[in-house]
């Protein structure tokens, strides 16, 4: 009986421990999959400034249009037009395809508290 014990000690203790490390594991994986890594937010804001310029103020403004303070719901549902067909440019349909809603709500919360340039310095 005092083996049979010990035994049953150890499967509780085992179980609980995996229990918690499962949830862990769980925990950490939900967290990832909603957070948008500073990592992954720079390669998505590196591909916006090519085209749009260092903060979403485009050099060539007549030709590719600034979107430093642009809202965010306005920036949001421009892209969303892009991937649904709305509006027509292969690269901006690309581009929102490949970002998750998390992700694009954070790169639309930082170009709409982007700095527009200065009407002096507009082109």
Do not use: W
Request: hydrophobic share 40%; proline share 2%; charged share 25%.
């Amino acid at each position: 009986i005092v083996k049979l014990d010990n035994y049953v000690r150890i499967f509780v203790m085992m179980r609980s421990l995996l229990l918690a490390v499962f949830l862990l594991v769980v925990h950490a994986y939900g967290a990832n999959a909603t957070e948008v890594t500073l990592s992954r937010f720079n390669d998505i804001k590196i591909n916006c400034d090519t085209c749009h310029g260092v903060g979403g103020r485009s050099p060539v403004p007549d030709q590719v249009p600034s979107i430093a303070g642009k809202s965010e719901n306005y920036i949001i549902s421009q892209i969303r037009a892009f991937e649904s067909g709305k509006r027509k440019h292969q690269t901006m349909a690309l581009m929102g395809g490949e970002m998750t809603i998390e992700e694009l709500r954070e790169i639309a919360r930082y170009y709409s508290r982007a700095q527009r340039r200065g009407a002096s310095q507009q082109k």
